[in-house]
């Protein structure tokens, strides 16, 4: 009997994840998975999609996001991402989960990335996942457990020290808790204050739970820019002591004196590499985006404000005309738009290709989804490497650029049958336009979707369309290391 399926996707071009060369041909989908590659001439389906001359690929996998609670809100507030391809995102980056802590009073930054202490409702990861499965998101969710939302449920609002042994100890069983309640690993950003007053020795404590459970371990690390080498260290020493892989966090050179200084970052993690396992992720800008800390804020380092509590007026100015128009400094200024965000031009274009070139990177956008005023990251991450860097620049090739953002993630954080085209794996899949995609969202204009990207399916489901938007689709399920 002939093949008979849901939907056929034919006369496609085919880039399956893994890297190798693409092929032309057909993808047929039964329910939430692909069943058949190949040429399907003679099976037929409910719905067939000519494809011919648009690349189909797995849809893409964000390494790094700060969607914890945009997943909670629908199909709308994930457009920015579906709009890219994106059909699996990592949560619970750089040492912030929304769970397993509640908050009375506004959190602080960069917790408050995430929202205000309504949005800080669930005492462990089993409420988080229960609520995603009650009301679930259209794209995938695989979620990591933060450092510092531990030390806050641990320590309460006595955090700016090292944590005594009893409290590492308290945060290595709630964190075993949550890994057991299908979280996949723990992230920190020691970067942060107060996070930077966590000695090594206390995050090889609470990491210590991911030994048992098979985590996986991420950093935001405590230096991206003078001690940058320290840092990455320090990093893989903690996923040694605790037996289980590394991810350094948007991999970067911080700060223009240490621009260039990839070439070194890049050849000790190799080194690293050889006795242990690392991989990292980067965004394809040169500039980064988090909360306005006025203390860090340089002359030589033009920010922008991505949101002003106090001053929303000022949100997509620069710093520095603030400064001037208020008469004072660009520090007080800083200081008088707290609570803020800011989007930092602190990085050397060479050094982004260099890092996003290298065999070990994959791609992360570190969308900040409920900044006003976006890095333009958050909609124009992947086209933007498609597009500007493989196809315009020539950094590597379409097959390189999706493996990046598909396959090779899937295999680094364990996800099961994601990541690839073929049969038996889910039908996460997205249909672009190799000659049209690209980003079209930019510093001055943060949230304009891409173009090429024409439509993209979650575990079967069709869930962006280009030109009509988020369909009503809540295909998304909780995706766990070592499981689809
Ligand atoms: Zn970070
Ligand atoms: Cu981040």
Request: charged residues 25%; proline residues 6%.
């Amino acid at each position: 009997m002939a093949l008979r399926c849901d939907l056929i996707i034919r006369d496609a071009t085919i880039i399956d994840g893994t890297g190798t060369a693409r092929m032309r041909g057909d993808v047929g989908v039964t329910g939430d998975r692909i069943v058949a590659v190949g040429d399907l001439g003679a099976a037929s389906a409910d719905r067939e999609v000519i494809a011919t001359g648009k690349v189909l690929a797995p849809g893409f996998i964000d390494a790094h996001t700060h969607d914890d609670r945009a997943v909670l809100c629908g199909p709308e507030c994930m457009l920015c991402k579906m709009s890219q391809g994106v059909t699996t995102v990592v949560v619970g980056n750089c040492g912030i989960s929304l769970s397993p802590v509640r908050m009375k009073t506004r959190p602080i930054p960069p917790l408050d990335l995430l929202g205000d202490e309504s949005w800080w409702t669930f005492d462990s990861f089993g409420d988080y996942a229960a609520r995603l499965a009650r009301d679930p998101s259209p794209v995938n969710t695989y979620a990591m457990i933060g450092h510092m939302s531990l030390r806050v449920e641990a320590m309460g609002g006595d955090v700016n020290r090292a944590a005594t042994d009893r409290e590492a100890a308290h945060m290595r069983d709630r964190l075993a808790a949550c890994l057991a309640e299908g979280a996949s690993g723990f992230s920190t950003g020691l970067y942060y204050p107060p996070n930077m007053e966590a000695p090594t020795s206390e995050v090889i404590a609470v990491a210590e739970a991911l030994r048992k459970a098979g985590g996986i371990y991420v950093s935001h690390m405590r230096d991206e820019a003078a001690y940058v080498l320290d840092s990455i260290n320090e990093t893989v020493d903690i996923g040694e002591a605790a037996g289980v892989p590394v991810v350094i966090s948007h991999h970067k050179c911080s700060m223009p004196e240490n621009f260039g200084r990839s070439t070194e970052t890049l050849a000790l993690i190799e080194r690293r590499r050889a006795h242990h396992k690392v991989d990292f992720d980067v965004y394809p800008y040169y500039a980064g985006s988090t909360v306005l800390m006025p203390s860090r804020v340089r002359e030589d380092v033009p920010v922008k404000i991505a949101w002003s509590n106090p001053h929303p007026e000022m949100e997509g100015s620069w710093l520095a005309d603030i400064a001037r128009q208020w008469n004072t400094s660009q520090r007080e200024a800083a200081e008088r738009l707290l609570p803020a965000g800011a989007i930092l031009f602190q990085m050397d274009e060479k050094d982004v290709q260099r890092i996003m070139q290298h065999p070990l990177s994959m791609i992360g956008s570190d969308g900040l989804p409920h900044d006003r005023f976006p890095h333009p990251r958050l909609w124009g991450c992947f086209p933007k490497v498609l597009g500007h860097y493989s196809r315009d620049l020539k950094l590597f090739s379409l097959e390189t650029a999706v493996h990046k953002m598909t396959g090779r993630v899937a295999e680094v954080f364990g996800m099961v049958d994601r990541g690839v085209i073929r049969p038996g794996a889910y039908a996460d899949l997205v249909i672009f336009d190799p000659t049209t995609v690209r980003d079209r969202a930019d510093f001055d204009h943060p949230t304009l979707p891409a173009d090429g990207i024409e439509e993209t399916w979650i575990n079967g489901q069709s869930a962006y369309i280009h030109g009509q938007g988020a369909t009503p689709a809540r295909a998304g399920r909780l995706v766990t290391r070592g499981a689809g």
